[in-house]
């Protein structure tokens, strides 16, 4: 059994009811409503899944972190026409995809491939972004040569 400690985050009660729970990308969403203040806010929860290891090209190992995957794919799609939803949709299969492989260690390199092919089918200019920081472009030739795969 666990235990939730939440507040409101308007009047930092601690009562409130759950107006509505529907299931999400991001996991469990539910409206809750405070019982003094009567202000509405949504909260989620999201079941944690055992981790694994990403091992990294010069051999050291560290533990997949989600928001680090997030923050490189979110930066490629800076000040372009793809939506927030869509992003966290690919970004929710890239991670599923990771996980089905059942393994405890992954190497980087698998799951930059992923990564790159799954933002080639959003758009091609962040892919481009992507690819220069993960291949480390060192100069023009190597964006030439990324812009005829596309």
Known sequence: MWYLKLDCPYCSNTTFKVTDKRNSPEGIRRRRECLRCKKRFTTYEKVERDGFYVTKKD?????????????????????????????????????????????????????????????KKLDNVAYIRFASVYRDFKDIKDFKEVIKEV
């Open 59 to 119: 051999g050291r190992r560290e533990k997949f972190d989600r928001e680090k995957l997030e923050r490189g794919i979110n930066r490629a799609f800076e000040k372009r026409p793809i939506s927030k939803e869509d992003i966290n949709k690919m970004i929710n299969e890239i991670e599923e995809q990771i996980r089905k492989k059942g393994k405890k260690e992954v190497k980087s390199s698998s799951i930059g491939e992923i990564v790159m092919k799954k933002i």
